[in-house]
């Protein structure tokens, strides 16, 4: 496991790290290219960075939060499910706040995480506010909390977890004004390719852009600006990320990229800004490290993230060829793992379920209900290949003749033009899940034993 970071040098001239953070957000938003107004959000990529081809460990929350908060990957902390449904990170797991902590950082949590059930102390906190995780509700919170640390000595550490827009998309507790703009006629649907033009998928897609564009983005801009009001801005790294893709059927709960996709964007000043754009692969393995490396903290060598931060500031950096990602348990048992290139994703469906997947929280809606009806197939391919330069959204699997949504054949022959492509990506993945012990090569993952 990962060792706890030195402090070497004095910790007062650190800078400190705000780290907001909501769900099932994907990369839906207007610097990214999306139909749907983020101008405070926006703000943020103008000005620092943005990172264009950023992904997640796995499309659901836990997993995915574990390692960004670790550097590991799911099967290796051990959170291979959602954190409400029996799975936790170990009190002995090393994450950001507890080596932020060692290295002389007041740590703090406002709102939501989900890497443990309850006691979000255990992770490293010294400060826990989770009275709300609404996203306009935090404002106060955030403000009252960057007013009271304004002459503070030691730097700070805030996480700022965001529930919105998690399904469902339409909300109580929201005015009915955030939907008057919601109309499902003026949705672009070329922001959703992987999904079927039906009633459904607009009417959700409409809902949805209005939960981004009323709520989350104006509570983000009003985050940026109690930083400023309170003196801190020019001394704080400033990141703004998600978990995983769109709560939408072929999205989240699935390794396409739809699913894995994530917004991350970073701005500190002096260091991470002017507005550029980074095409590398980055996941959110490398979160962890990257921040720490960002705030002078020696990195943990051995975790299985690495730090990107050198490509953040404008300095040479190798980076990675190809990323990976895998989901084991969500509402059911849906083992996936899967590898990603530039050029090609291969998928590897350890059990073969009946009908796409779509999670607990996505099945009942509209466009759940419309997907599950269009696509009612008896059984998913063992692989699935995708070149994503002619096929960007994934819909020609070239690991069979078959799509994606149609039944496996018992005999079904790769596309030869890609044949050394699906050899070499499965043996790839065969030997990353090996070098980091997968329990899935030993067969089945049990459930955890709670009560």
């Not at 002017?274 to 490396?293: E, Q």
């Not at 002078?296 to 490509?311: I, K, Q, R, T």
């Not at 530039?342 to 929280?361: A, H, I, T, W």
Request: hydrophobic fraction near 35%; glycine fraction near 8%; include cysteine.
């Amino acid at each position: 496991m990962a060792a706890g970071a030195d402090s070497a040098s004095d910790p007062s001239h650190r800078p400190n790290l705000v780290l907001v953070h909501c769900h099932d957000l994907g990369q839906h938003l207007g610097c990214y290219g999306a139909d749907v107004d983020t101008p405070n959000i926006d703000r943020i990529a103008a000005d620092g960075a943005r990172m264009a081809n950023s992904f997640c460990t796995a499309p659901q929350c836990s997993p995915s939060r574990s390692s960004m908060m670790t550097g590991y990957y799911p099967h290796e902390n051990g959170v291979m499910g959602l954190a409400h449904m029996g799975w936790s990170l170990g009190d002995d797991w090393e994450t950001l706040p507890k080596h932020l902590r060692k290295a002389g950082y007041e740590t703090a949590l406002l709102g939501f995480q989900h890497e443990v059930p309850d006691e979000p102390e255990r992770l490293g906190y010294d400060y826990v506010d989770s009275g709300t995780k609404r996203a306009l509700d935090l404002v106060d919170v955030v403000d009252d909390f960057f007013a009271e640390r304004a002459d503070a000595d030691e730097p700070f550490f805030v996480s700022i977890g965001i529930e919105e827009p998690h399904r469902p998309f339409r909300r109580e507790y929201l005015p009915d004004e955030t939907y008057d703009g919601a109309d499902p006629d003026a949705v672009d649907l070329g922001d959703f390719p992987y999904l079927p033009d039906e009633p459904g998928v607009r009417e959700d897609a409409a809902d949805l852009n209005a939960v981004i564009s009323e709520v989350l983005d104006p509570a983000v801009g009003r985050y940026r600006e109690s930083l400023a009001d309170a003196g801190l801005a020019e001394e704080t790294v400033f990141v703004f990320t998600t978990d995983h893709g769109l709560a939408m059927p072929r999205a989240k709960g699935t390794c396409y990229d739809a699913g894995i996709e994530t917004a991350l964007l970073v701005h500190q000043p002096g260091s991470v800004e002017g507005g550029d754009v980074h095409d590398a692969l980055v996941t959110n393995v490398d979160f962890t490290p990257t921040m720490l490396d960002l705030l002078g903290v020696d990195p943990p060598a051995e975790a299985s993230g690495e730090s990107f931060a050198p490509l953040l500031r404008g300095e040479p950096h190798e980076g990675r060829d190809r990323i990976f990602a895998e989901m084991t348990w969500h509402d059911r048992y849906n083992p996936i793992r899967a590898i990603r290139t530039e050029r090609y994703k291969y998928v590897r469906n350890f059990s073969v379920l009946p009908k796409v997947f779509v999670p607990m929280d996505v099945a009942p809606t509209a466009s759940g209900r419309e997907v599950h009806e269009r696509f009612h197939v008896p059984q998913r391919p063992t692989e699935e290949l995708y070149d994503l330069e002619a096929d960007p959204d994934e819909s020609e699997n070239l690991a069979s003749d078959k799509k994606p949504f149609e039944p496996a054949a018992a005999a079904s022959d790769p596309d030869p033009a890609h044949a050394d492509a699906l050899d070499r990506l499965r043996e790839e993945l065969e030997s990353w899940m090996a070098a980091t012990d997968d329990p899935l090569l030993e067969g089945p993952v049990p459930y955890p034993d709670v009560e």
